[in-house]
């Protein structure tokens, strides 16, 4: 597996710090190497469920800021139950009975001094010092996962700084490494402490990564730094990159007036999203800090169109202000951009216009409204529509209205039916070309040796765009794997009550960047791609739970669905996923609900030139939906039995998978549509076949009970003509996921792996789905 690269050497002083920490004592060490290790902390949080957050009162004037900071913490953690005490609160024995989390300065937060003699960091009045650093700036702040030393079975999470104003402004633990230590919102240092078991949590060169050594000023012009993270553009590509950013401020200026003149502005530059995430805890494409008047960009070649938008920002920040209405701010920022998504806002626009997909104006003016929307449509949209006000103001009007326009009720629906008569006539212009596009969509005809490519890692380097789920596509790509399926999440609370559904954006998660990243690499790598949203439910639900308890709240359950689901149809549509899953598992929504989704299916199909699945769950709700005429595949989570038996031989398990796939080909033949398993899987359990859907938590090991598993669902599928394809549950974005001692599903680095080597690479695949 390749690990976090050390890319310059360290101080002599860092090198002896990783067999003796400063301030640790001979037993000190010997008691850290009886620690449990990192999988197995987080597993006693995980299961324990409970984190126990400390904030300092030392500064009074701060402590109402410190708990309305750790309850917006509580409000947010899902996976967690989340208590809150204060430093002079807690005991020593609540501190050691679960995991706990500690924010704060020295000056603030007693415990930080009480601790600090037994961990890698040792805070002192002038600031901290860390791997024989110190860090003395009022910006510096050191993010930490470590052993509690009150109870190393369970995990300490620390963030500390010099001053309690920068430990507020910051994003509170965020994803990255067992170690972080920030400067002014970026990260300098990033690590992982070894785990070997005769080191176990001291320093590791491996993991071990110097930001700060790597970041370097490439070039500066009348108007820009440049500063590159490692290695991003060859010198005649930078000169070129600088001398468009010139041009480009040159016609920010020239449209913005006087006031947009003589600034300086930082332009970061990153290879890639896991090395911008890990720098500065934010994924996206680009984004700006108008108040370091810095553009942080991913550069890259089949990712293109935010760059400018982002410096657009800055420019009108500064030469108009912050409007009342985010659709105008962001409006003008993308309407400066060259390329937005490849193709351009005006052709995203005329996409959406002629698909239904524009929002009523009186929405697109509420800015919370337009702000939990999907942005993906809000932005080419807002940018329209800012055109649209050039065009029937004039551009002086436009610019003197920007700061404080705010259109009366009455004046509303007239501005809106003008503005969608403006998007008729752009549309026209694209109609040729969209034609063509959805001709032109790419797609995968052979049948689909798959599996579920899950994002098994929230730290930003062991999820979806990072390197080692690269290496792990590669891996499934040796298997003889051609498809595979991504699957972005969205959460809810109460599965019988509506509610808005969000999409995640933290730089950890299943984000939009992650999302095409993965695709990109699959499809580098001669995989298909099906997109497949799913939803969370909280406290240990499913989205079978979801069910309304009224027709109004049905109504605005599938208003709320759709808004979600078409994000990421139209995610699916920009970056030429082949497939796309349009639910999962919705089993209370599906029966019962015919014309509902019927509606959506079409809506989605004027949106998205794939092909089109629902994933159904096994049992009543595939076997009796009866909308599946309307989609290309009919999508079975498969989970049935393939015995009750504990004991069960090779041929019990066949019968057990034949009798499952009569079950499916029956579905098949009613509606003369394939099949897709667009799930299938089983833990490394003893008797998986029993129960397929359960978790390997807390079972017994048996690596070769999951293998004749996958042998008898080969064998039940090959040849069966109805079936176009398996998606195999699941296979992990990070390889250190699985192995021998694993009881869960993936099989990666266990013997099913072979069996699906076996079938998928070595000329038996071919039969799979032969008539």
Not at 509 to 529: C, F, K, P, W, Y
Not at 531 to 552: C, N, T, Y
Not at 742 to 769: C, H, I, M, S
């Amino acid at each position: 597996m390749k690990t976090i690269r050390l890319t310059h050497i360290l101080p002599l002083i860092i090198l002896l710090s990783s067999f003796y920490y400063l301030g640790n004592t001979p037993r000190q060490q010997e008691d850290r190497h009886r620690w449990p290790a990192r999988e197995q902390i987080l597993d006693n949080l995980f299961s324990g469920r409970r984190l126990l957050f400390v904030y300092g009162t030392g500064r009074p004037e701060r402590v109402a800021q410190y708990r309305a900071w750790a309850a917006e913490y509580q409000k947010r953690t899902r996976r967690l139950q989340i208590s809150i005490k204060s430093d002079r609160e807690v005991t020593h024995a609540e501190l050691a009975s679960q995991a706990v989390y500690l924010a704060g300065t020295v000056a603030s937060n007693s415990w930080l001094a009480y601790f600090s003699p037994q961990l890698p960091v040792k805070f002192n009045r002038d600031g901290f010092q860390f791997l024989g650093k110190d860090y003395r700036e009022p910006g510096d702040l050191i993010a930490l996962f470590y052993p509690n030393p009150a109870n190393p079975q369970q995990p300490l999470l620390l963030l500390a700084g010099n001053r309690d104003e920068e430990v507020l402004r910051s994003e509170l633990f965020r994803p990255g490494g067992d170690y972080r230590v920030f400067r002014n919102g970026e990260c300098l240092v990033f690590g992982n402490f070894s785990q070997a078991a005769d080191r176990r949590w001291a320093f590791d060169s491996a993991g071990h990564h110097d930001f700060a050594a790597e970041m370097r000023l490439a070039k500066e012009t009348e108007h820009f730094r440049f500063y590159t993270h490692g290695a991003v553009l060859p010198a005649a590509e930078l000169e070129q990159f600088a001398a468009e950013r010139e041009q480009h401020y040159e016609r920010l200026t020239a449209l913005l007036g006087r006031r947009a003149r003589g600034m300086l502005i930082n332009f970061h530059l990153y290879p890639n999203f896991e090395e911008k995430g890990l720098i500065t805890a934010n994924t996206e494409i680009a984004h700006c800090d108008r108040e370091r008047q810095a553009v942080h960009v991913t550069v890259n070649h089949w990712v293109r169109g935010e760059t400018e938008g982002c410096e657009a920002d800055l420019v009108i920040a500064r030469a108009l202000g912050v409007p009342r209405h985010a659709l105008l701010a962001t409006g003008l920022r993308v309407s400066f951009t060259d390329n937005w998504r490849n193709h351009g806002y005006e052709y995203w626009a005329s996409r959406l216009y002629l698909s239904g997909n524009v929002p009523a104006l009186a929405e697109m003016l509420d800015n919370a409204k337009f702000e939990r929307e999907s942005y993906l449509m809000m932005q080419p949209l807002a940018a329209t529509f800012t055109n649209f006000l050039v065009q029937l103001w004039g551009h002086e009007k436009f610019l003197a209205n920007f700061a404080d326009w705010s259109p009366a009720a009455a004046e509303v629906p007239r501005l809106d039916q003008e503005w969608r008569a403006y998007l008729e006539q752009l549309a026209q212009r694209f109609h040729a070309q969209i034609a063509d596009d959805i001709t032109r969509f790419p797609q995968a005809d052979s049948f689909q040796k798959g599996f579920c490519h899950a994002h098994e890692g929230y730290q930003i380097y062991n999820g979806y765009l990072s390197r080692r789920s690269d290496e792990a596509l590669t891996k499934l790509a040796d298997l003889g794997v051609n498809a595979v399926s991504i699957t972005p999440f969205t959460a809810i609370t109460d599965p019988q009550r509506p509610e808005f559904f969000g999409f995640w954006r933290s730089a950890g998660s299943e984000n939009d960047e992650s999302v095409i990243h993965a695709a990109h690499t699959a499809q580098r790598l001669g995989m298909a791609v099906m997109l497949k949203p799913h939803i969370w439910v909280g406290h240990g639900g499913w989205p079978g739970d979801i069910k309304m308890a009224s027709p109004q709240d049905w109504r605005q359950f599938f208003d709320f669905y759709y808004r979600w689901i078409r994000h990421y149809a139209l995610l699916a549509e920009m970056y030429g996923m082949e497939r796309f899953c349009i639910g999962v598992e919705l089993a209370q929504t599906t029966l019962g609900h015919e014309q509902e989704w019927r509606d959506l299916i079409a809506k989605v199909r004027r949106l998205y030139s794939g092909e089109l699945v629902y994933a159904a769950n096994w049992g009543e709700e595939f076997e009796n939906i009866r909308f599946w005429d309307a989609l290309d595949y009919l999508g079975l989570n498969c989970y049935y039995p393939l015995s009750d038996q504990e004991e069960a031989s090779a041929a019990d398990l066949r019968r057990g998978a034949a009798a499952a796939m009569a079950k499916v080909a029956a579905v098949a033949w009613r509606f003369r549509k394939p099949v897709l398993l667009t799930e299938v899987g089983f833990t490394s359990t003893a008797a998986p076949w029993q129960q397929p859907h359960a978790e390997g938590r807390g079972r017994p090991l048996n690596l070769a009970d999951q293998a004749r598993c996958y042998e008898a669902v080969f064998q039940a599928v090959a040849g069966k003509f109805w079936c176009r394809g398996l998606y195999w549950w699941k296979w992990p974005s990070d390889l250190a996921q699985g192995g021998p001692l694993d009881t869960e599903f993936t099989p990666n680095n266990k013997p099913a792996e072979q069996v699906v080597a076996r079938w998928y690479r070595n000329g038996l695949a071919p039969a799979l789905g032969s008539r």
